[in-house]
């Protein structure tokens, strides 16, 4: 259709490509190159970026699912996994367990 290959839009004039990369953290592609900052997790800030706006309008529902999407239980949790069921028994480490008594094995 058009003789030439390119953005198509000459009055843009030239935007060099990409502002943001991806982010070895968080992996979102929103680490700005410029910046050396990522827009989704604040990479090197120690700190993670976490969304805590005024809940208004339709706004509640994006905020929501944007904590719901990094909270606690969306990744790996090697340790925090484990946790519930050390808790029953006190966190007790290094005790072997009782052996339990033989059920009489009914011969018929």
Do not use: D
Not at 21 to 26: A, F, K, M, S, V
Not at 35 to 43: D, I, L, P, Q, Y
Not at 55 to 81: D, E, S
């Amino acid at each position: 259709m058009f003789p030439f290959q390119g953005k198509r839009t000459w009055s843009f004039g030239k935007r060099r490509n990409k502002t943001h990369t991806l982010c070895i953290r968080c992996g979102h592609r929103s680490f700005h190159l410029q910046k050396s900052h990522c827009s989704a997790c604040a990479f090197p800030a120690a700190r993670k970026r976490t969304c805590k706006c005024l809940i208004r309008f339709f706004f509640v529902i994006k905020i929501v699912k944007a904590i719901r999407r990094k909270t606690t239980g969306t990744g790996r949790m090697r340790y925090l996994r484990h946790v519930p069921r050390r808790f029953k028994t006190c966190f007790r480490e290094g005790t072997k367990a009782a052996p339990r008594k033989k059920v009489a094995a009914a011969s018929a």
